[in-house]
T-cell receptor, first 113, second 114 residues
Framework: AQSVAQPEDQVNVAEGNPLTVKCTYSVSGNPYLFWYVQYPNRGLQFLLKYITGDNLVKGSYGFEAEFNKSQTSFHLKKPSALVSDSALYFCAVRDGNAGKSTFGDGTTLTVKP | NAGVTQTPKFQVLKTGQSMTLQCAQDMNHEYMSWYRQDPGMGLRLIHYSVGAGITDQGEVPNGYNVSRSTTEDFPLRLLSAAPSQTSVYFC?????????????FGDGTRLSIL
């Protein structure tokens, strides 16, 4: 069975500082990993996905994610945080059989001015 | 392109009532799914469909039914509402069930069961 874990419920950073939101995964085959963002009273929006072979993946709004196979991690990063980045972030893994996605519990990112 | 549209946005039901949550997408996506979101529990898969006429159960299917008579629509039915079904429900779609496809989400239906 596949799973993802987001070890931090909350991440707080100051505007302009780099941010990291952590995700670790467990899959039986090749990992197909995604990051989504959710703003209040909205659905999830796709940010980026892992493509096999690319250890650094670039996505929307200046976000990127670092894939580390040995640590089974896929951490979301941004070099300089904005107040508007404050939202709920989900890591997810999708299986190759029925296409089912498994989501982490989410991490609330707060960027303070 | 409206994307994924969910109706209603809010609903209050009494225990034992039934209702249907509507979901429609205009992207000709094969794959559609329903999730519920509860605080601190992420999203849990209720039911999914890999194409018209095909549905299957997810992680938490009890108390819910689905059908997929067209590619565009994927309604979720609550048979007899219970307070434990108070949640935010999200419908999502993707081009296919292939594992490298991201999902597109609607803005949710916020459901309260009294």
């Amino acid at each position: 069975a596949q799973s993802v874990a987001q070890p931090e419920d909350q991440v707080n950073v100051a505007e302009g500082n780099p941010l990291t939101v952590k995700c670790t995964y467990s899959v039986s085959g090749n990992p197909y990993l995604f990051w989504y963002v959710q703003y209040p009273n909205r659905g999830l929006q796709f940010l980026l996905k892992y493509i096999t072979g690319d250890n650094l993946v670039k996505g929307s709004y200046g976000f990127e994610a670092e894939f580390n196979k040995s640590q089974t991690s896929f951490h979301l990063k941004k070099p300089s945080a904005l107040v508007s980045d404050s939202a709920l972030y989900f890591c997810a893994v999708r299986d190759g059989n029925a296409g089912k996605s498994t989501f982490g519990d989410g991490t609330t990112l707060t960027v303070k001015p | 392109n409206a994307g994924v549209t969910q109706t209603p946005k809010f609903q209050v039901l009494k225990t034992g009532q039934s209702m249907t949550l509507q979901c429609a997408q205009d992207m000709n996506h094969e794959y559609m799914s329903w999730y519920r979101q509860d605080p601190g529990m992420g999203l849990r898969l209720i039911h999914y469909s890999v194409g018209a006429g095909i549905t299957d159960q997810g992680e938490v299917p009890n108390g819910y039914n689905v059908s997929r008579s067209t590619t565009e629509d994927f309604p979720l039915r609550l048979l007899s509402a219970a307070p434990s079904q108070t949640s935010v429900y999200f419908c999502a779609s993707s081009y296919s069930r292939r594992e490298n496809q991201p999902q597109h989400f609607g803005d949710g239906t916020r459901l309260s069961i009294l």
